[in-house]
C-alpha cells in the first residue's frame, strides 16, 4: 500500500523474483476492508508507505511490516534496512535469487488483482505471468508504439489496466515510467513528458481538453503540442467510454479515442479499437489468440490466454465464472457487428419491470451521458411500472438542457426503455464518497439508498410529467 513511486515498482517486483504473490491495496480503502484483505489473501508481510498506510493496516495484523518513509517507521524495518538485508542474503549466497525465479513457470501467479466489488466483497484473481506477458505483446501489436516507450503511471497499481500499463507493457518495451502524484498535476506533466500512449479514465480526458482550450491553440498540431499528446501513437479511454464531446474533440485532431472493453478476469482489455480500424460506438475487435461468443441470453463469453485460472480461495466463484470448456462467464451483455464488439449492459444489473420487460441500465445511462448536460446518470425501474433516471448535471445546465437531453437519448430508446420523468442529484457520485468503485464502476446499490427520497417522488404518482 503505497503511491505510484520507484519503491512500489521493485518492491512488487522483488516480491515475484522471490516466488511470492504480491498485491496492491487502495489507498481509500478503510481500515475494515484493509483487515478482510489481508485475512483473505493470508498476507505474511505488508509493504506500506508511511504513517497514513500504517493507520489503515493497524487492524490487520500481517505477520511482518516493512516501511518505506523511516520517519514514521517505529518498530519496524525500513526499506533501506530491507535492502541491506538482501545484500547480506546475497553476499552468503549468491545464487538465490537465480534459484527461485528460474523456479517459475509461465502460469506461476505474478499477482493478485482484487476486483472493485460493485456488489459485495471484492474477489481476488490470479493472474499468471502468462497472462500479462501475453497482454503486453498483444498491446504493443495492438496499438503500434515501439521500444522505449515513454508513458505515466498515475492509476494505482491495484487497477488491472495500470498494472498492465504501468509495469508489465514498460517491462516488455524497456519503457522510461513517469509517476504521477496527483491528479491535479496530470495535465501539467503530460504536456511535459509527451507519451507515445496514453489510456485515461473519462475525467482525465476532461481535464487535458479544459488545459488545452484555456491555453488556446490555432491549429490540430499545436494543440496537440500544448497538450503533450504530439507524440501519442494511441490513446484510449479506460473504466467507462469517452463523451462524445472528448471523441469529437480528439478526432477533430487527427488522434482517436479508442475505447476498449475487459475486466480484472481478462488481465484488462480483451478489445481494442486499433487506430487504423477505429469504429466508434463499440469497445473494437478481439485482441488475437482469443475468442467470444454470445450466449442465448446475450452474455458475452470469452476464452483464451488472457483468461484468469480463477478467484483466490473461491472454488464455487471459479466454476461459476469459468465452465468446463474453458469459456469466461463475463456478465456482460453485447452485441457483435461485422466482428467490432458493442456492450449493451450488465446481465445482473438489467432492470425487470413490473410489466416484465428486461431493460440495460447502462444503455440508457450511456445515451443520457453523451449529452453534454449530463455529468452522471443511473437508470431506476427494477420491479416498477416505467424507467427513470437520477441525473448529475454538468456545471451551468439547465432543466431546459436536461430535458433535452432526456428526449434525445428517449429518442433511441425503445418504448419500455425510455425514461418517463427524472430527479436531479446535488453533488457528483465520487470514490471518495462511496458511490463509485475505484475503478469508477457505480455502486447502483449505494446509490439508490441515498437518493431513495427521489427514487420514491418519482414513483409517487402516475400524473407525473412525461418527457416527450
Excluded at 502460469?107 to 497472462?131: C, F, I, M, Q
Excluded at 491549429?219 to 467507462?240: F, K, N, Q, W
Amino acid at each position: 500500500m503505497a503511491p505510484n513511486c520507484g519503491e512500489h515498482v521493485l518492491l512488487d517486483q522483488a516480491v515475484v523474483h522471490a516466488g511470492g504473490l504480491p498485491f496492491t491495496v487502495y489507498a481509500t480503502s478503510s481500515p475494515e476492508q484493509v483487515a478482510w484483505l489481508a485475512q483473505h489473501s493470508d498476507t505474511d508481510i505488508a509493504l506500506l508507505h508511511g504513517q497514513d498506510q500504517l493507520t489503515r493496516w493497524a487492524g490487520a495484523r500481517p505477520r511482518r511490516t516493512v516501511v518505506v518513509d523511516p520517519v514514521t517507521a517505529g518498530g519496524h524495518p525500513t526499506y533501506d534496512e530491507l535492502r541491506a538485508m538482501g545484500r547480506e542474503l546475497l553476499a552468503s549466497d549468491p545464487g538465490v535469487v537465480d534459484r527461485r525465479r528460474n523456479a517459475l513457470a509461465a502460469e506461476d501467479p505474478v499477482a493478485l488483482v482484487y476486483t472493485s466489488g460493485t456488489t459485495g466483497r471484492p474477489k481476488g484473481v490470479v493472474l499468471s505471468h502468462r497472462n500479462v506477458l501475453y497482454k503486453a505483446e498483444a498491446w504493443r501489436r495492438s496499438t503500434g508504439v515501439g521500444p522505449n516507450p515513454v508513458s505515466i503511471s498515475y492509476l494505482p497499481y491495484a487497477h488491472v489496466s495500470e498494472r498492465v500499463n504501468g509495469l508489465y507493457v514498460p517491462f516488455l518495451l524497456g519503457g522510461h515510467v513517469h509517476f504521477c502524484g496527483s491528479l491535479e498535476e496530470f495535465p501539467e506533466l503530460l504536456a511535459r513528458v509527451r507519451p507515445h500512449s496514453l489510456t485515461a479514465v473519462p475525467r482525465i480526458w476532461e481535464k487535458v481538453i479544459a488545459r488545452a482550450e484555456c491555453i488556446g491553440a490555432a491549429s490540430p498540431e499545436r494543440m496537440l503540442a500544448v497538450t503533450g499528446l504530439d507524440r501519442a501513437v494511441c490513446i484510449a479511454s479506460t473504466a467507462a467510454p469517452a463523451s462524445p464531446a472528448v471523441g469529437e474533440f480528439f478526432e477533430r485532431l487527427g488522434l482517436p479515442v479508442a475505447s476498449v472493453y475487459g475486466m480484472t478476469e481478462t488481465t484488462g482489455g480483451i478489445t481494442a479499437n486499433r487506430p487504423a480500424a477505429h469504429r466508434p460506438g463499440t469497445v473494437g475487435r478481439l485482441v488475437a489468440g482469443c475468442e467470444a461468443r454470445i450466449a442465448g441470453d446475450g452474455e458475452l463469453l470469452v476464452r483464451g490466454p488472457l483468461v484468469t485460472s480463477g478467484y483466490l480461495g473461491d472454488p464455487d466463484a471459479t466454476a461459476e465464472f469459468l465452465d468446463s470448456d474453458g469459456w469466461a462467464h463475463t456478465g456482460d451483455l453485447a452485441a457483435v457487428e461485422d466482428g467490432y464488439l458493442r456492450i449493451v449492459g450488465r446481465k445482473k444489473d438489467l432492470l425487470v419491470t413490473a410489466g416484465g420487460e428486461n431493460v440495460a441500465p447502462l444503455l440508457v445511462e450511456n445515451l443520457l451521458q453523451q449529452h453534454p448536460a449530463v455529468a452522471q446518470a443511473m437508470a431506476c425501474g427494477d420491479g416498477r411500472r416505467y424507467v427513470t433516471a437520477l441525473i448529475v448535471p454538468s456545471a451551468g445546465a439547465s432543466e431546459e438542457d436536461l430535458a433535452a437531453a432526456v428526449a434525445a437519448a428517449n429518442e433511441r430508446l425503445a418504448r419500455v426503455q425510455q425514461i418517463k420523468t427524472w430527479r436531479t442529484v446535488d453533488r457528483p457520485w465520487t470514490v471518495e464518497s462511496g458511490e463509485l468503485t475505484p475503478t469508477l464502476k457505480l455502486r447502483r446499490q449505494v446509490v439508490a439508498a441515498r437518493c431513495a427520497h427521489l427514487v420514491e417522488d418519482m414513483y409517487a404518482t402516475e400524473s407525473m410529467a412525461v418527457t416527450q
